[in-house]
């Protein structure tokens, strides 16, 4: 199995950037499909972007199309979420996810391991 620790959340005001950095450890990292999701107060988890085991395919929810980069070093077993043109809207726990299917899912039940979540707070 693999374990995750999601770093990179704060505040920050709309239009503005943040990174959020995902680590892993335990199994070896490029077996996994990593994807991040997001929980805002009230709403169910949500499906943010994903990438492939070699980093070579993304997919994005088109609420955030645009916006929002995923990337992957896999020599650092680490994955990011890039988030430029930050909306209120944004504002949620941001879960970095593990999944041992192939790319590109954005069904939360196809992803086996979860982070802790860090949390997002865009001011307007």
């Known amino acids: 199995q693999v374990q995750l620790v999601e770093s990179g959340g704060g505040l920050v005001q709309a239009g503005g950037s943040l990174r959020l950095s995902c680590a892993a450890s335990?199994?070896?990292?490029?077996?996994?499909?990593m994807g991040w999701f997001r929980q805002a107060p009230g709403k169910e988890r949500e499906f943010v972007a994903a990438?492939?085991?070699?980093?070579?395919?993304?997919y994005y929810a088109d609420s955030v199309k645009g916006r929002f980069a995923i990337s992957r070093d896999n020599a650092k077993n680490t994955v990011y979420l890039q988030m430029n043109s930050l909306k209120p809207e944004d504002t949620a726990v941001y879960y970095c996810?593990?999944?041992?299917?192939?790319?590109?899912?954005?069904?939360?039940?196809?992803?086996?391991?979860w982070g802790q979540g860090t949390q997002v707070t865009v001011s307007s």
């Open positions: 335990g199994r070896t990292f490029t077996y996994y499909t």
């Open positions: 996810a593990a999944a041992t299917s192939p790319c590109c899912s954005g069904s939360y039940y196809s992803y086996n391991y």
């Open positions: 990438i492939s085991q070699n980093g070579g395919r993304t």
